[in-house]
Each structure stands twice: as structure tokens, then as C-alpha cells.
T-cell receptor
Framework: DAMVIQNPRYQVTQFGKPVTLSCSQT?????MYWYQQKSSQAPKLLFH???????NEADTPDNFQSRRPNTSFCFLDIRSPGLGDAAMYLC???????????????FGSGTQLSVL | DQQVKQNSPSLSVQEGRISILNCDYT??????FLWYKKYPAEGPTFLIS?????DKNEDGRFTVFLNKSAKHLSLHIVPSQPGDSAVYFC????????????FGKGTHLIIQP
């Protein structure tokens, strides 16, 4: 089945120790997104890639970076995790076809990040 | 400043009855609205959507209503089933949606037997 896969499901890191979260997709979608969701909060868009074009949200901290080496993979790098970065990180994709409207996002199962 | 608001953190409904989940938005540029369903330890899954040119969209037991003048939408589930117990997120986008969706905080729906 075509899908969005996130690894690992649970990640524990130490305060200030860099961590990378991974996402892959078999949908061949053009757009990949990273969302952060804290407990009882709305998922918050951090950034997205439209093909190779990186789009950062204005309020995404510099501590968060992303890489998309090819269509299938996208990584979220947190350079110096703080306690406030503990959250569920959701990867999503959409078709992103030229002129398309009414885009739906397809989500992975998420990575729950704990910072000790 | 929340652009998509779900003011009920939780809702309890008896099995077989109607569940009504509400959502309000403030951005008049939103033109596409979606509902996602999320089970614990899983990612959100798409449920139903509606374009701003419509006021109703139906898919089986699920119906979404849009009131543009009030900037309000609602999701009706009839009849409610135990498997409907989940967190429901309202989401919105403008201009096609490839720039991402704006989500509400979610409503936890509990279907009681």
C-alpha cells in the first residue's frame, strides 16, 4: 500500500543533543510537510517542500531545519533540542500538481519526541 | 492567534445518536475545509471535505455543512458508532492548499454504548 512512513515512532534525546527524524513516502507526491503537535494543541506547520523548493513558516525557530534529498525522503533536524521541543512530529504529503485545488494531506503515524 | 477554532475539547454521544462537531474560522481567505480523524498513536486520516462554493457535502454517515457568512462549519455523524470514538480535527486552506493546512485543536468524540 502506498503510504507515508515515519521512523522512529518514539525518539528520546538529551537536552541540546542534535536529533533527526525521518519520513519517507511511496505516494510519489510533490509536496512534503512537517507539523509539530504538542499535547491538546493544534498541529502546527513548521515547513514544507514543494518538490525541491523549501518553504519555512515565519515563526518556525531556527533550531529546526529540514532536508529533502529526493522525492521519497524528508528529514527534520533539531539542532539543539530544548524541553519545549518535546512533541509529536507529523510528516505529511500532498500531490501538489500544477493548478490543483483542494489538496488533501496524507499523514504518517508521527514520531513522539521526548527531551530529557 | 488561532485561525481555526474548535471550542469543544470533548463530546460524549450515545451510540446510534447524532454527533455534531463544530468548527469556526476567522480567515475569510480560506476556501477549502477538511475534517480529519485521529486515533491514539496514529496520524490523522482524511475524513471528508468541502469547498467554499458548496454548503453541504455528504459521504455515507458523514455530512459537513458550511456557513460562510458565519465562518462556521460542522460535521454530522449519523448514526454514531463505537468506532467513531477518536479526535476530530477541523482544517482549512486557502488558494489550493499546497502551502499546507491550518488545524484546530481537535475535539475528542466519545461514543458511549
Amino acid at each position: 500500500d502506498a503510504m507515508v512512513i515515519q521512523n522512529p515512532r518514539y525518539q528520546v534525546t538529551q537536552f541540546g543533543k542534535p536529533v533527526t527524524l525521518s519520513c519517507s513516502q511511496t505516494l510519489n507526491h510533490n509536496v512534503m510537510y512537517w507539523y509539530q503537535q504538542k499535547s491538546s494543541q493544534a498541529p502546527k506547520l513548521l515547513f514544507h517542500y514543494y518538490d525541491k523548493d523549501f518553504n519555512n513558516e515565519a515563526d518556525t525557530p531556527d533550531n529546526f531545519q529540514s532536508r529533502r534529498p529526493n522525492t521519497s525522503f524528508c528529514f527534520l533536524d533539531i539542532r539543539s533540542p530544548g524541553l519545549g521541543d518535546a512533541a509529536m512530529y507529523l510528516c505529511a504529503t500532498s500531490r501538489g500538481l500544477t493548478g490543483a485545488t483542494n489538496e488533501k494531506l496524507f499523514f504518517g503515524s508521527g514520531t513522539q519526541l521526548s527531551v530529557l | 492567534d488561532q485561525q481555526v477554532k474548535q471550542n469543544s475539547p470533548s463530546l460524549s454521544v450515545q451510540e446510534g445518536r447524532i454527533s455534531i462537531l463544530n468548527c469556526d474560522y476567522t480567515n475569510s481567505m480560506f476556501d477549502y475545509f477538511l475534517w480529519y480523524k485521529k486515533y491514539p498513536a496514529e496520524g490523522p486520516t482524511f475524513l471528508i471535505s468541502i469547498s467554499s462554493i458548496k454548503d453541504k457535502n455528504e459521504d455515507g454517515r458523514f455530512t459537513v455543512f458550511l456557513n460562510k457568512s458565519a465562518k462556521h462549519l460542522s460535521l454530522h455523524i449519523v448514526p454514531s458508532q463505537p468506532g467513531d470514538s477518536a479526535v476530530y480535527f477541523c482544517a482549512a486552506s486557502e488558494g489550493g492548499g499546497a502551502d499546507g493546512l491550518t488545524f484546530g485543536k481537535g475535539t475528542h468524540l466519545i461514543i458511549q454504548p
